[in-house]
């Protein structure tokens, strides 16, 4: 059973970067058949899809967030990671990692991790 | 963007209770459709996919329907473990875009 883990700082100063790591277990990252994604949820904004990275190391982001995003995979450690740049108080959510099920372009998100709370303050 | 619009935002049910969720697209996504339920400090579960297919292991109690810009997700006899938010997400292009939610809860 394929389970995914996030880790990183509860507290991101204003203007600084936002860094995550999410941990695969259960499985090979390098899969065929899965895209890796992350998403956050907040009081303002509810759901936001930030954006996805192939095993391969290629990626995709939200349009409303590319110019701060960078996402990138480790395959060698089985895991994924989030950096945004640039934090204000309106990057402050839980953010989730998930699993994209793509049988074509596009998929479902089938396995999610618990999320980690992140808050941007000084 | 594609805008989808979830309803009702809230609903107070009791145990046995025939739901239903409704969720509109701004445009037609054919059946790219999922339904997720949020348990607080739980990972988020995927329940239905491609408007009305049911994931593997998730009981019958819950179904999905509609295609194009109109659907419906409907919780047959509501169990205590149902009382969650649950969200509609489409996939049909990015970025992918999430519903507001609708948080269900005990009368």
């Known amino acids: 059973q394929v389970q995914l883990q996030e880790s990183g700082p509860g507290l991101v100063q204003p203007s600084q970067t936002l860094s995550l790591t999410c941990s695969v277990s259960g499985g090979s990252i390098g899969a065929v058949g899965y895209y890796w994604s992350w998403i956050r949820q907040s009081a303002g904004k509810g759901l936001e899809y930030i954006g996805r990275?192939?095993?391969?190391?290629?990626?995709d982001y939200n349009p409303s967030l590319w110019s701060r995003v960078a996402m990138s995979i480790d395959t060698f450690k089985n895991r994924f990671s989030l950096d945004l740049r640039s934090v204000t108080a309106a990057d402050s959510a839980i953010y989730y990692c998930?699993?994209?099920?793509?049988?074509?372009?596009?998929?479902?998100?089938?396995?999610w991790g618990q999320g980690t709370v992140v808050t941007v303050s000084s | 963007d594609i805008q989808m619009t979830q309803s009702p935002s809230s609903l107070s049910a009791t145990v046995g209770d025939r739901v239903t969720i409704t969720c509109q697209a701004s445009q037609d996504i054919s059946n790219s459709l999922t339904w997720y339920q949020f348990k607080p400090g739980k990972a988020p579960k995927l329940l239905i996919y491609g408007a009305s297919t049911l994931e593997a292991g998730v009981p019958s109690r819950f179904s999905g329907s509609g295609s194009g810009t109109d659907f419906s997700f409907t919780i047959s006899s509501l169990q205590p473990e149902d009382f969650a938010t649950y969200y509609c997400q489409h996939y049909d292009n990015l970025p992918y875009t999430f519903g507001q939610g609708t948080k269900l809860e005990i009368k």
């Open positions: 998930a699993r994209l099920k793509v049988p074509s372009a596009h998929g479902v998100f089938d396995i």
């Open positions: 990275v192939y095993p391969m190391g290629g990626t």
